[in-house]
Every structure is written in C-alpha cells, then in structure tokens.
C-alpha cells in the first residue's frame, strides 16, 4: 500500500511537470492543478500511515496524525482559490490574444 | 498583547474598507488611518522588546508552544516589521494622493490591507504552516492588485508572477511535508531543537533544499528572478513599491531564519550557495538595470542587484556581515520603495502614462523638487556618502574584509560602481534631456517619496541607532537557545 501511494503520487507529479512544460497556457495551469494535487496527497501520506483510528477522545488503537490532515485542508483550499484565479488570468490573456499559445503571448517582451 | 495590534489592524481594515466600497475617501482615509496606527502599534512592540530584552509572544487561543499556533515578535521579526510598516506607511500615503485609475477601484485597499496583512504576518509567526498561508496571503493579493493595473500587461506578469509564485508554494509544502515527516512539528522553535538533536533524519536535507528554493523564489534571486522585473514594472506605483521594497524581503527573512535557527550549523553548502548566487546576482541585476528603457524596470533590476549584496552578507554569516546585511535590506526598503514612487510619478505626469524612457524623458524640467529627490535616492541606491545606501555597502565591505572574502568582496565592488551609471544615465535623461512635448501636468503627490528619502538622509547622517539595533538583532540571531527558550520555556 504504501509502495502503491509513492508510486501514484509520484507519476502525478510526473504528469504535472510534464504538463507545466507544455508551450499552452491552459495545459500549463492543469499542470499546476496535478501538481499541487500530488503535494497535497504526499502531504496527506505523511501522516496517514503511522496509525489507523481517527483522532477522537478515547479512541483506541494507535490514533493517526491529525495534523496533516487539517493542513492539507488548508493547502486545498489555497490551491483552489489560487486556480480559480490562474484561470480567470487566462480567461483575459486568452481573450486579448486570441491564443493560449504562451509563445504568442508576447506583450511583455516589449 | 502587544503583538496581536500590527497585525489586526491591517487584518480588520480588509472587511472594513469593503464594506466602505461606495464611499472612496472614507474608504481611503480608513485605509491609512489604519495602516499609521499599525505603524505606531509597530513602534510601541519596539519599545517593549528593547526594554524588556526579551520577544514578545502570544500563543494563540492559549495552546502551549509546540500545539498552537505562536506568534513572537522576537528583535529579527520586530526589525524586519519597522521596515515592513514604515514603508507601508508611506504606500498608503502614496496612494492616497495617487491619480493612477487603480486606486479608485473598490477593491485596491481592501487588497492592499490585504498584502499589509500578509507581510506583517510573515514577519510576526513562528510556525513554518502559517509562514505558508501569509506568503499566499501576499502573493494572491499582490497579483491581484497587478492585474487590475493601468499598465496593459499588468495581466500578464500578474500570470507569470502567480504562476511562478505556486510552484514556489508548491515547494514549500514539499519542505514543509519533508520536515514534519521526520521531526513531527512545525513550530520553528520545536523544530529547531529537534533537527540540532537529530540532524540526520531521512528527509532533513531534502527539506532543506526545498525551503531555500521557495526562499529564493519568493527573494527574486538570481536565477529565479525572471518574473520579477516585469511583474515589479507593470505593478501600481503604490504596490509596485512595496513589491520592490518588502516582499522579496521575505525571502530574505526566510533565509535568514533558515540559516541562524532552524539549520543553524548545519547548513552544509549553503552559505557558499548564497554567496555565489549573490555574488551573480549583484553583476547580472546591475547590467540587466543599465540595459533597460524604462525607469520602473531598472528599479527592478537594481532590486535584485541589492538583494545579491544581502545573500552575500547573510552566506559570510559572520556577526558583523549578518549586520550588514540586515541594515541592507532596511535601507534598501527605504530607498527603493522611493525611487520606484518616484519614477511611478514621473509617470504620471508624462503625457502618456508610461515609464518607460522615451516618455518620460524631459518630464523633469518642471518639478526640480522630485529631481533632487531621484537623484539622493539614486546616489543613496548607489552608496555615496553622506546617504543611508553608503553605510549599508560600507558595512558589507568592511565585513568582507574581516572574514577575508577578498575574491567575492572585489567583484561586487566594481559591479555596484555600475549603479551609478545607470542611476545618473535616468536621472539626465528625466531631468536634463529636452522634449518638447513635455508639459507642466499635476500628478502623483510627492509626500511619500519625500518623507522616505528624508529617513534614508537621515539613517546616513545619524546611522548609529540603526547600527546599533542591527548589532542588538545579531546577538540574538548569534544564539538560537535564547529563540527557542523564549517560546519552549
């Protein structure tokens, strides 16, 4: 199991760096989507595996972290809100140019 | 309590001055009103760590340290937030007597606050997750204060800079994740101690490296910087100051944690790291500065020549090149933040809105009082005497010297002499150079540029008090068990 969560979170990653590489905008926003969908899980990885009960009061068993948990929350919750945004940005460059070629997006290079 | 004031101040006016959206000068007048009293609330924690000698620190919603979340305002966090709010006072300023077409939208100060909010955040934390929300807080709001700039590509580089800034995000919580996987805290306090303990714990290294990279993303250092320029050139004048001046001292502040607390010797390679980025950074930001056609993209470039100056100090990391290094960086959010509203007011009143060189040439000859401030915030930018600049370059130096640098300390020595060239190149070309299409307008209010290069006149005359509170800082930062202690009890 463990071995099977490295691996997926690891060609995830593989998936977003290949996708951030691509010349298009919006490949390159689902890139970053992948990406920091492969960190939240390997955020959540961190604390999944030391124990199996959820961390109540007087919870038997060996109780899992709950920490990383509540982070990955609020890293979800950024990245989420840091898309929506990536997208509305694209939204307008992808209208004025007419392109989401980031080869044609030239404007600042003048 | 003493904390808690800086950093709810800007945090309140968010809400407050959205609600006041449809009525724009209360709104604005809130907003600076504000940001003073921030600014006075900053002094007084001053006064109380400097008194008392110890931080000042609340553990929110009274969890002990290694639970909760701590908030410490210990001297490095008090001296980066003097910087932080002294220049932010002077945004605010500048805004409120800005004609740009941003500052007229019901958003900009809710969003300014905002990025108020975030630095004051960054500064004031001691937990490596809440560092990461502030450093969003600042990045979403400052991109989106670019993006509704009057500049046409503020979109783009409001892209190119998000987008950039998320992978630094992204490898923060990788840091972050490496970190608690082999220690189990993230309190920098905690954290500290444990990795001095067990320095070699599987993922320490790795999460080393992965913090120094959002570090040096979020500082624009060498060869992370290529947002910055664009991104500090298309910015309003009033962000694009504090952009220029203040965030990219996060990455310093967070280096500079890195270095002398949570991997305090056990740094490995780098302080070398540093040095030689810095050392780059100081010759590739100096000729990208005197190569650009426009006056808000040189300041930017300049940035990341200063900031090189900065990483050297804090790579020797000798007590006297950590002062240094520090008086660096709050001079140089002085000057900066000046230059860059002075150039942005240049641009206000050329007869197109632009900084760039061919417009703004000969807009000068109507209004000497900003030229003699361009041109002792330039000489102050290139370390002449009797301005604040000189004093930072000359401690770094003289720093060098002590720890016998000779080879790194020679080259950016001739590299800053290119400051001056293109320091004095903007100011003939704005000031002395004729265009007859140059007309006498009414533009940006010079209050904020003013006050700014005063205080910077002043730490040149009078540095003592600045020196000494550096010392004080370096003292601190020289033993991380007084840090430590004061949170862990």
Redesign the interface.
């Known amino acids: 199991m463990n071995l099977l969560t490295a691996l997926a979170i690891g060609l995830l990653f593989a998936a977003g760096i290949f996708q951030i590489l691509r010349r298009n905008l919006i490949r390159a926003a689902i890139g970053l989507v992948l990406i920091s969908n492969a960190i939240n899980l390997f955020l959540f990885s961190v604390g999944a595996y030391n124990g199996i009960a959820a961390a109540y009061a007087n919870a038997t068993g060996q109780i899992s972290d709950p920490l990383p948990q509540a982070l990955v929350l609020t890293a979800i919750v950024i990245s989420m809100g840091g898309f929506a945004f990536v997208l509305s940005l694209l939204y307008v460059i992808s209208t004025r140019y007419k392109t989401s070629d980031s080869d044609q997006v030239t404007g600042l290079k003048n | 309590m003493t904390v808690l004031p800086p950093l709810l101040l800007p945090l309140l006016g968010v809400p407050l001055t959205l609600f006041l959206r449809k009525k724009r000068k209360i709104q604005s007048a809130l907003a600076l009103t504000l940001m003073l009293a921030a600014l006075g609330a900053t002094l007084a924690l001053l006064a109380t760590v400097l008194t008392t000698g110890e931080p000042v620190t609340v553990q929110l919603g009274r969890w002990p340290a290694p639970f909760g979340i701590t908030l410490t305002a210990d001297p490095l966090a008090v001296f980066m937030l003097l910087m932080a709010h002294l220049v932010l006072a002077a945004g605010f300023v500048y805004a409120a007597g800005s004609t740009e077409k941003v500052v007229q939208y019901p958003t900009f100060y809710p969003l300014f606050l905002a990025l108020a909010t975030g630095l004051t955040g960054a500064f004031l934390t001691g937990d490596l997750?809440t560092l990461f929300?502030f450093a969003?807080v600042i990045v979403?709001s400052g991109?989106?204060l670019t993006?509704m700039a009057d500049d046409?590509?503020g979109?783009?580089?409001?892209?190119?800079y998000?987008?950039i800034s998320?992978?630094a995000?992204?490898f923060f919580?990788?840091g972050?994740?490496s970190l608690?996987?082999s220690y189990?805290t993230?309190n920098l306090a905690d954290l500290a101690t444990r990795i001095a303990e067990n320095p070699s714990a599987p993922l320490t290294m790795a999460g080393l490296a992965f913090l120094t990279a959002t570090f040096l993303i979020k500082g624009a250092v060498f060869p992370f910087h290529f947002w910055q320029p664009?991104f500090h050139a298309?910015a309003p004048t009033a962000v694009s100051a504090m952009l220029s001046s203040l965030v990219v001292k996060v990455g310093v502040y967070g280096l500079l944690r890195l270095t002398t607390l949570l991997f305090a010797g056990q740094t490995g390679l780098l302080p070398s790291v540093l040095v030689v980025l810095g050392v780059v950074g100081v010759i590739y930001g100096g000729f990208g500065a005197a190569g650009t056609h426009n006056a808000k993209r040189m300041l930017a470039y300049s940035t990341l020549a200063q900031i090189g100056f900065m990483l050297v100090g804090i790579g020797w990391g000798t007590p006297l090149s950590l002062a240094a290094a520090l008086v660096f960086t709050f001079n140089h959010a002085l000057v900066k933040a000046a230059m860059l509203m002075l150039a942005g007011a240049m641009a206000s009143r050329a007869a197109v809105k632009s900084a760039s060189f061919e417009v703004v040439v000969g807009v000068g000859k109507y209004h000497p009082f900003a030229g003699v401030l361009f041109l002792l915030g330039g000489l102050a930018l290139a370390g002449v005497p009797p301005l604040n600049g000189f004093i930072s370059k000359l401690l770094i130096f003289w720093s060098g010297v002590q720890a016998a640098q000779y080879l790194p300390l020679a080259v950016i020595g001739v590299a800053s002499l290119v400051t001056l060239v293109y320091v004095v190149r903007s100011f003939v070309k704005i000031w002395f150079e004729a265009n007859p299409e140059a007309k006498p307008k009414a533009g940006d209010r010079l209050w904020a540029p003013a006050f700014l290069i005063a205080l910077s006149l002043g730490l040149g005359l009078w540095s003592q008090p600045l020196v000494a509170l550096a010392q004080y800082v370096t003292d601190w930062l020289g033993d991380p068990s007084l840090y430590i202690l004061s949170i862990l009890r």
Do not use: C, M
């Not at chain 2, 979109?155 to 190119?160: L, N, T």
């Open positions: 997750f929300v969003e979403i991109a989106a993006a046409r590509y979109v783009e580089a409001a892209y190119k998000f987008y998320t992978l995000s992204a919580l990788l972050i994740g608690h996987v189990g993230l664009d298309a």
